[in-house]
């Protein structure tokens, strides 16, 4: 078929992908020009009684566990579904904030469910793109035709349901997933229409060929990203520090003057990189990028007009007298860079680690490494069979990680078909989630995250969504095993 557009977003019942659970899936084909192709393709998806939402999450999107019970898919029917109905050849999967958020928990959901995480989105011609660094970049570079919001702080927001209120776009329900798809297919349309050149550009140099290009070229570019300070409208001029394995690098912010940066020692360098809210401290003017994220960078030519500096905060004299500073540090810098990076790595490894050995259970392990070739051919067979046969893949399965999602696949999507021995298992894992460790489980923090929000209930919906969490809290609370109550 011809390349065409899936905008899509998600409703989830909180908001770390490892844990938490997609309850709302909508999304809308429009072809190149914008213009929808088909109906809508909107599904809520069943929560499973190992996963308890968060209360907080519910309270923004309105969507109860009840709500998905009764009308929702499992996860199994409603990846069926996905696949036969959207996942088309030569497809653009877009969303507005989805390639950190929406692409994430649609990998756990794929890989939770025996299916490859990342095919649909590169296979037969399949990509992504996310339109929140377009509209950040045409508000810092190209901003006429365009009212911008602010929020009541006074500080400039990039969020939808802004950008639509003071563009006049129609967005009856926020945080309702279909509302917020066809929020965006109209927010895309007013970027196409009043700034065509930059959204025809971004749109088209998006892959990691053309990103690459662009990084690697030995020239300062222009770069927008939530990880740049709000106050320059989160872009500045950047250059290539080092390059990464997996087609990531490290680029330099040349709003800043390297010198200082290049005489501090690793341990320094270290401490500079980590987060801070302290406005004090020094910060590191170091970024990785990634190229399979379309980045949102273009040439510096783009910000050769005063207005453009004016609005970024940054004029190309004061870019260059930083570069000239910048390529006589460079090697040294890019030295001790990668050595803070593998620092960071190793870090983040073991607090990954940490984090897997506490939840009892493989659903966050995605990361961990691709399916083997073997597995991989395994995967549409387990998908296929009848429920009653999946326990007999288990001696087939190399992956450890597969072995240990397969009784779990089989209790999410078919509890009717477990047997006792099954049965008894699954409700054992259910309590490890959700009771172990008294006061400190995830049911006792439910429960008391419910009792906090119920002193300021607020009007008649809140009031009805927490009634609906307390009683659903309940109704899935397991029995405890002797000894078990303590903790």
Request: with cysteine; glycine share 6%.
């Amino acid at each position: 078929m011809a390349a065409s557009f899936f905008f899509y977003d998600v409703e989830t019942s909180g908001f770390g992908p490892r844990s938490a659970r997609i309850m709302q899936f909508a999304g809308q084909r429009t072809d190149m020009d914008l213009k929808p192709v088909g109906e809508p393709f909107n599904h809520l998806i069943k929560l499973t009684p190992d996963v308890l939402p968060s209360p907080d999450a519910v309270l923004v999107t309105g969507i109860t566990p009840q709500k998905t019970l009764s009308e929702g898919l499992t996860e199994a029917e409603f990846l069926k579904l996905f696949h036969q109905e959207v996942v088309k050849s030569d497809t653009i999967f877009v969303g507005y904030n989805s390639i950190r958020f929406d692409d994430e928990f649609m990998r756990f959901l794929l890989y939770r469910n025996f299916y490859d995480a990342y095919e649909w989105e590169w296979k037969d011609g399949r990509s992504r793109w996310d339109l929140l660094d377009l509209v950040r970049m045409t508000r810092a570079l190209r901003p006429d035709g365009i009212q911008w919001p602010f929020a009541p702080d006074g500080r400039p927001t990039n969020r939808l349901e802004f950008l639509t209120s003071v563009n006049k776009l129609d967005h009856g329900h926020a945080h309702d997933a279909l509302s917020d798809v066809q929020a965006t297919i109209d927010l895309a349309r007013l970027l196409k229409d009043k700034q065509p050149e930059l959204f025809d550009y971004l749109l088209t140099h998006r892959g990691k060929k053309d990103v690459g290009s662009l990084v690697e070229a030995g020239q300062p570019f222009v770069y927008t990203s939530g990880k740049y300070a709000g106050e320059f409208m989160h872009t500045t001029v950047a250059t290539l520090l080092a390059k990464r394995p997996r087609d990531e690098v490290l680029v330099y912010d040349l709003r800043f003057d390297p010198t200082p940066f290049a005489g501090m020692s690793v341990e320094e360098l270290t401490k500079a990189w980590e987060y801070t809210d302290d406005p004090d401290a020094v910060r590191l003017p170091v970024k990785t990028l990634k190229y399979n994220r379309c980045p949102a960078i273009a040439p510096l030519g783009v910000i050769k007009d005063k207005a453009s500096q004016e609005r970024i905060k940054l004029d190309i004299t004061t870019v260059e007298k930083h570069l000239a500073s910048f390529i006589k540090h460079r090697d040294a810098l890019a030295e001790k860079m990668q050595e803070v990076v593998a620092r960071r790595d190793a870090a983040r490894e073991r607090a990954q680690t940490a984090l897997i050995d506490n939840q009892l259970t493989v659903d966050g392990r995605l990361y961990e490494g691709f399916i083997g070739d073997s597995d991989r051919a395994a995967l549409p067979k387990v998908r296929t069979a009848a429920p009653d046969q999946l326990s007999g893949f288990a001696s087939s399965l190399h992956d450890e990680r597969l072995k240990s999602l397969l009784p779990l696949y089989k209790a999410r999507n078919y509890p009717k078909n477990l047997d006792a021995d099954e049965r008894a298992a699954w409700e054992a894992f259910c309590r490890h989630q959700l009771i172990d460790g008294g006061q400190s489980s995830g049911m006792a923090k439910y429960f008391a995250r419910l009792q906090e929000l119920a002193a300021d209930a607020g009007d008649n919906e809140r009031r009805y969504l927490l009634e609906e969490l307390q009683l659903y809290g309940e109704a899935i609370v397991p029995s405890a095993e002797d000894g078990d109550e303590n903790g």
